[in-house]
């Protein structure tokens, strides 16, 4: 399994053909910074644009699942990219935003893992 009980996580879907991917992406490396174990699900996506897009903007991700037909990300709920899921030590998502994380998502996360 992927989870461990101690840690929060943050499952992150993303695609390098996706505009507001690139918009949130800062606040992932912030992220990255936390106690909060990054998954990226990559959403039908070319692997090689993938990792480009990786490694310009850097890696936030502690693992990254490949979700070649989208089956991963509508088995979790998601309408689209980017959405983002934050799952408790109890693995019970306790937020879930739709759309690129901005500032108020970003003290929101930060809030609920303190």
Avoid at 65 to 81: Q, R, T
Avoid at 82 to 96: A, H, Q, R, S
Wanted: some cysteine; charged content about 30%; proline content about 4%.
């Amino acid at each position: 399994t992927i989870f461990k009980k101690e840690n929060f996580y943050l499952i992150n879907i993303w695609a390098s053909w996706c505009i507001p991917c690139r918009e949130e992406h800062s606040y992932l490396i912030k992220l990255k910074k936390t106690n909060i174990e990054m998954i990226g699900i990559n959403y039908k996506d070319n692997k090689n644009n993938a990792k480009e897009f990786l490694d310009e903007l850097g890696n936030p991700y502690n693992k990254i699942l490949d979700d070649k037909n989208g089956v991963l990300s509508i088995k979790l709920g998601a309408y689209g990219v980017p959405e983002t899921f934050l799952v408790n030590k109890e693995k019970l998502i306790i937020k879930k935003i739709i759309g690129p994380i901005n500032d108020k998502n970003f003290n929101d996360i930060l809030k609920l893992v303190k």
